[in-house]
C-alpha cells in the first residue's frame, strides 16, 4: 500500500554524519512534559488558593512545588501571589482546569513510571472532583 523509503534520509545527511547537535532521552523528555503540567496545576492550585484560602490547597501546593523541582533538577517554579482580582471568581471553572491538568500530569506520570507524581496527581484528581461534584448536582 505505502512505497518504501528509497533515499537516505535529510536529517542524517544535514548533520554530514556526525551527531554533534543536542538529544534527549526519552526520560528527559517525559520529565520536561511532567514538569510542565505539573506548573501549570501548581498555577491553578495558587489562583484557588486567592479565592478561598485552604490548608488542603496550601499542603498540595507545596507538595506540587517539590515535585517540579525534583523533575527540574533542583531548579524550583516560579511562583506569583494571586490575588482575587477578577469581578467574578469562578471556582468551579479553576477546579475543572485543575482536574484535567491533573489527569494529563498522571498519563505522563504512569508513562514515566514515577509513583510519587502519580500518587499525587491522581490525589489532585480526586480533590478537584470533590469540590465540583455538589455544585455539579445542584446544577441538574
Given at each position: 500500500?505505502?512505497?518504501p523509503?528509497?533515499?537516505k534520509?535529510?536529517?542524517?545527511?544535514?548533520?554530514?554524519?556526525?551527531t554533534d547537535?543536542?538529544?534527549?532521552?526519552r526520560?528527559e523528555?517525559?520529565?520536561?512534559?511532567?514538569?510542565?503540567?505539573?506548573?501549570a496545576?501548581?498555577?491553578?492550585?495558587?489562583?484557588?488558593r486567592?479565592?478561598?484560602?485552604d490548608?488542603?490547597?496550601?499542603?498540595?501546593?507545596d507538595?506540587?512545588c517539590e515535585?517540579?523541582?525534583r523533575l527540574?533538577?533542583?531548579?524550583?517554579?516560579?511562583?506569583?501571589h494571586?490575588t482575587?482580582?477578577?469581578?467574578?471568581?469562578?471556582?468551579?471553572?479553576l477546579?475543572?482546569?485543575?482536574?484535567?491538568l491533573?489527569?494529563?500530569?498522571?498519563?505522563?506520570?504512569?508513562?514515566?513510571?514515577d509513583?510519587?507524581?502519580a500518587?499525587?496527581?491522581?490525589?489532585r484528581?480526586?480533590?478537584?472532583?470533590?469540590?465540583?461534584?455538589?455544585?455539579?448536582?445542584a446544577?441538574?
Open positions: 500500500m505505502y512505497e523509503i528509497r533515499s534520509s535529510v536529517h542524517s545527511t544535514m548533520a554530514g554524519g556526525t547537535f543536542p538529544h534527549r532521552s526520560d523528555e517525559l520529565d520536561i512534559q511532567l514538569a510542565g503540567h505539573l506548573a496545576l501548581l498555577a491553578v492550585t495558587d489562583e484557588l486567592a479565592l478561598a484560602p490548608t488542603g490547597l496550601d499542603a498540595a501546593a507538595r506540587l515535585q517540579v523541582t527540574r533538577g533542583g531548579q524550583a517554579p516560579v511562583r506569583l494571586v482575587a482580582g477578577h469581578p467574578e471568581p469562578q471556582p468551579a471553572a477546579h475543572r482546569r485543575a482536574h484535567t491533573a489527569a494529563r500530569a498522571l498519563v505522563v506520570a504512569a508513562s514515566r513510571a509513583t510519587a507524581a500518587i499525587l496527581t491522581a490525589e484528581m480526586d480533590a478537584h472532583a470533590a469540590a465540583l461534584e455538589p455544585r455539579e448536582l446544577s441538574r
